[in-house]
């Protein structure tokens, strides 16, 4: 059981409006029957331009924090290379990080995401914003014409809706959209494919893996400036979007990762880099059925909402479960297996999991058990590679919205039916969850 902190008393701006209280328990409702409520912007005209092979590829990023500055720079290195790309715009709602990615790329700096949409120096956008702002943003971006490199989750715990609407428009726009699973572009996973595909498990039956951590670094981010308040060097507003409209604190703006406005905690933050890949080298569709549970039960001690415990179950219409575990308050960890009804698959010293693993020990019930080496690869940079590819050539990414938005189901369902006790199923007819 999630255990909903105390508000923290809100720091004051003077020049902002009066904002209505919202109750907790009427936000989860209203997520709970995915209701989607898309932040209001001017209307955008497209602006795409026809991209020869030889074009330069004009890239502006929305979001240059700690993630932002992760692409930036693999952006850079691919310059470096010798891609033919330029960084052409950056755009952040705090000011100060904004200078200083500018600054570091000489790149045209904008507050707000509808003036870099509306520069034709920019041919493709990279999201990499809180999670709900994703979806509102790479819409936004795909129709002004830019294809889209949105971090994952593609959307917010309560955005499954909004997130299934954004593919459609992706499709019926012709756009190319990567999302951040960068565990597809894994070479290390490839090799599980080939395994299984080979039927050295026979039929898929189970997969057991986790994510542990000794620590609550990931939820408890910095905040660089305590006194910070909404104004022409902070948009506030940007930055909620179409989250309630709750008072401003620093924390609330620098640390969001705490709140279940913001996001999910180590379902949505987390388990996108566990399940992804399993999805993916196993060929599964979406979940028919999701369970959850865990809590708040390491660190309670600040105003967190998201839990530091969170364990889901996910069963599949192929007939196969999936079991992830999490806990923030121990980092021993032990093997994922992939459990089928003839062998087992099992993966060891897993890197992040997007990098790769050592090995794979293959154990049949016939035979002796082998071991078929891994590998470890920068998997962002492959992810970006790909994605710069299928802009030129228009072909499908290999995390492309169709792929995205089954991982985007596992997320949004768990998260959902831990909220509110209960089993989320997936009706898969009308893509809804249903609790």
Partial sequence: MIMTPSTPKPAVDAGAEPVPAINRREFIGRATQLAVTVAVTAPFVSRARVLGANDRIGVGFIGVGGRGRT??????????????LQITAVCDAYRYRLNEAAQSTSAKAYMHHHELLADPAVDVVCVAT????????????IRAGKDVYCEKPMGHWSQFNLCREFGREVVKLNRIVQVGNQGNSSPAWGKVRELVQQGAIGRLQHILAGFHRNGDWGERMPIPDPEAVPGPELDWKGFLGDAPKVAFTAARFFSWRRYLDYAGGPCTDLFPHVLTPFVSALGLNYPSLAVASGGIFKYNTYDREVPDTFNMSLDYPEGASAVLVCTLANDYATEPAIRGDEGTLTLQNVGSWESGFDSITVISKKGVPRVVPGAKAEATLLHWQNFIQCVRTRQKPVS???????????????????????????????KEIVL
Wanted: no cysteine; aromatic share 6%.
């Fill in 71 to 84: 692409h930036l720079a693999v952006v850079q290195d691919l310059i470096k290379s010798g891609g033919n």
């Fill in 130 to 141: 809180p999670d709900r702002r994703h979806v509102p943003l790479a819409m936004d971006a």
């Fill in 400 to 430: 492309d919205v169709e792929f995205a938005l089954k991982v985007q189901a596992a997320m949004s369902m768990a998260m959902l039916g831990f909220l509110n006790k209960k089993v989320a199923r997936f009706e898969p007819q009308n």
